[in-house]
């Protein structure tokens, strides 16, 4: 477990699969007043889906901040070519 981050994910890792207590606030930059706001305990499949879904309905590129300590498997998809059209931003959950 990685505690005291504040400004970055907490990541607890059990079994090999990591587990994210973030809160999510997923925004269409194309309306700022459009904000959805998940909070919960995700999976990394869950973020992984999301951003597959967003993918698939045609954000080519999708931008993320999960901090320094999330796992490097998820960066490899935050850059695609085109406009940004979500900023998928997790917050730790107090």
Known sequence: ELDNLHENLTISTESEKESIRIETYVVDTSDKKSTH??????????????????Y???MREIEMSFGTEFPMRLSSLLHETGKVIYYIAPRIID
């Open 56 to 58: 698939n309905l045609g």
């Open 37 to 54: 706001n998940l909070k919960s305990v995700y999976p990394v499949d869950f973020i992984l889906g999301i951003t597959n879904t967003l």
